[in-house]
């Protein structure tokens, strides 16, 4: 299939207060430029999950059966430290990376978090996180400081039992609003809230959470349940379609769709007709969006995934911690991504369900 390329919008280095470069631009080693994949899909997010770790249990992601404590999770030895990451990332940006996001396993479980995304904040992209929240009130303001840009908090429910049932770890509501207000108050806005929908779960909390925060000025986002790794179960009639959440809130709120803010955004947004702000629709399973799929992920023990439904991953960490410099590093994420051929959620099907995939709380969303 021929697609065409995306541009690559070049992005400036990020300057120190007394205007001098704080990033140094690619040497030639590094510069192997922008790199495209097998449907010429750009190289352009990397998402790092620092931690397979979690304060949560969300049903459809570490159910108890399977993350409970017989779970191996990873030892710290095996985990990439905050130079190791740097070094990674520094890389990915030179072959275009332009947005960072920071996830997990819950990622304000990681020690010292703000420190590397202080590490993060000095190369020239938009640095973003996605946390279940619940450490947020305690953590905004240094993650602010540190040069965070953009947050995202997932909330599955405003209906506290359901919330409970949903995270299984005995979190409240009022402990991720918590999390939302003093995000705020340390100056991120809007702050994107994630909402998995899950018929029969959380499905009746669709409308509540709209009229929470509509005119908040913070963007709801519904996610449609997905087929991610082995141990949830899902099933495809436990999907509420995004074209159905729509249905549901107009027929409350009058709905006008928006335009997408950049190619390849993943969100469909949609503008209340009364001016109280916008939501967007993560149709994943029912309109895939892999044609502009331009996301790499890293592990925390450093495996590098072409694919959120990637069976296998890319070892690294042979290379960051054996000889390699940075020219061979290059080579292997830009060889990683030249081969891609990934776009699982448009051949999903029955059969694809019970493939041997990476773990969402391990790779991230
Ligand atoms: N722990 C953090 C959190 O929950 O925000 C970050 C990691 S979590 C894996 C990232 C996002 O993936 C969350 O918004 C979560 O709700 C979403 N997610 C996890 N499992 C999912 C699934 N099976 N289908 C759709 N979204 C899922
Ligand atoms: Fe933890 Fe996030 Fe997965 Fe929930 S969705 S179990 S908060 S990693
Ligand atoms: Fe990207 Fe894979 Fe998701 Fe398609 S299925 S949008 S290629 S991560």
Known sequence: MDRPSIPIIPVPPRHALDGSVLVHPPSDAESGAAVSDQYGRPLRDLRISVTDRCNFRCVY???????????????????????????VARLSVALGVRKIRLTGG???????????VAMLAMLPVE????????????????????????????????????????????????????????AVAAGFAPIKINMVVQRGRNDADI?????????????????????????????????VPAA????????????APLGENYRGEVARRWRYRDGAGEIGLIASVTQPFCGDCTRLRLSPDGHLYACLFAGRGQALKPLLRGAADDRM????IAGLWRARN?????????ATAGLDKVEMSYIGG
């Open 127 to 182: 640095l973003t996180l996605t946390t279940n929240g619940a450490l947020l009130a305690r953590q905004a303001r240094a993650l602010k400081s540190a040069g965070l840009d953009r947050l995202t908090v997932s909330l599955d429910a405003l209906d506290d039992d359901r919330f409970r049932a949903i995270n299984d770890a005995d979190f409240g509501v009022a402990d991720v609003l918590a999390g939302i207000d003093a």
């Open 342 to 350: 990934d776009r699982y959620s448009e051949q999903r099907s029955a």
């Open 244 to 255: 159905e959440v729509v249905r549901r809130l107009e027929a409350r709120w009058p709905l």
């Open 207 to 239: 409308v509540p959470m709209a009229a929470r925060f509509r005119g908040s000025g913070h963007i709801l986002r519904f996610i449609e349940y997905m087929d991610v790794g082995a141990t949830n179960g899902w099933r495809l009639d436990q999907v």
């Open 329 to 332: 590093l290059t080579a292997a």
């Open 61 to 87: 992601c570490m159910p108890r059966a399977h993350f409970g404590r017989g779970h191996a999770f990873l030892a710290r030895a095996e985990i990439l430290d905050f130079d190791e990451i740097l070094r």
């Open 106 to 116: 819950e990622p304000l479980l990681r020690r010292d978090l703000d420190r590397l």
